[in-house]
């Protein structure tokens, strides 16, 4: 962490605002995420050691400059990254579709031919401790969804953790893959799974998501094999993961996620 002592940017300066953080111009060439009052010192640096693998991993990403301490909030400054989200980019012309799911299969792909080093967790321990702390499910549920979790093949890979067209910027040929925060090692099939389950909430038209998520595997599967009957076997144990997190800004994604977890997993009407 520098020393050096910084004041939060105007709000002019600001670029994006998601849960956990704002996004600032930051000099030039050099972008803030700042994280909101309430998280550590800890998340920062987590997440700026994982930034630096990422980078020199050589997989196309941001690079971590230092983290710094504005007031009471901690925050990363990454090199600035040119380009317009790859979501943005698709809804502006329908018609790119194909040419996004495949940008994005291929991508992915990519990340995955990475193995992952100590500095990355264990993916099957982060989603044990977010099963575990879902509300909406009962304690012996969660137990149950642990078991299944724990009988799953393990794997060293690098995962995104949360792989989806926002989460990629792309300028003219070129693509970088920003938001590494839930980066870990982990078998492909779950960080798969855990895209198309992205998708398939996503706020656009469900003909979109489907066939989003029909050329992205297809596209995956040209670059690298992937197991999809694994995947299957994903889908009520990411669906019960994703449960912790914030969907109030998601209407009906609760109830999906638990009709999954209830049909799929539970056999429940």
């Not at 009962?138 to 299944?148: C, K, N, Q």
Request: aromatic share 6%; charged share 25%; hydrophobic share 40%.
């Amino acid at each position: 962490m520098t020393d050096e002592k910084h004041t939060i940017p105007p709000k002019n300066d600001k670029l994006a605002e998601g849960n956990t953080a704002e996004v600032f111009a930051w000099g030039e060439g050099r972008i803030l995420k700042l994280w909101h009052s309430g998280y550590s010192r800890q998340a920062a640096q987590h997440e700026a050691l994982v930034g630096r693998t990422i980078y020199q991993l050589g997989i196309p990403s941001p690079e971590v400059i230092e983290l710094v301490q504005l007031e009471e909030r901690y925050g990363i400054v990454y090199s600035h990254v040119p380009g317009v989200a790859l979501k943005t980019w698709l809804l502006a012309v329908r018609q790119r579709l194909d040419t996004a799911a495949r940008w994005l299969g291929r991508l992915h792909a990519q990340i995955h031919n990475h193995t992952a080093d100590s500095t990355l967790p264990s993916h099957r321990h982060r989603t044990r401790d977010r099963i575990m702390s879902v509300s909406e499910l009962s304690i012996p549920d969660r137990e149950r969804l642990v078991l299944i979790l724990d009988a799953l093949p393990d794997g060293d890979q690098v995962c995104h953790g949360d792989f989806h067209p926002d989460n990629v910027l792309i300028e003219g040929s070129h693509a970088i893959v920003i938001d590494w925060s839930d980066a870990s090692a982990g078998p492909p099939e779950a960080d798969v799974t855990r895209t198309l389950l992205l998708v398939e909430g996503a706020d656009v038209p469900l003909k979109l998501r489907k066939a989003f998520n029909k050329v992205y595997i297809e596209e995956y599967q040209r670059h690298r094999t992937l197991d999809t009957a694994l995947t299957t076997r994903w889908y009520p144990i990411l669906a019960a993961a994703r449960l912790a997190e914030n969907l109030e800004r998601l209407p009906g994604e609760t109830q999906r996620l638990q009709t999954i977890v209830n049909k799929v997993l539970l056999n429940r009407v």
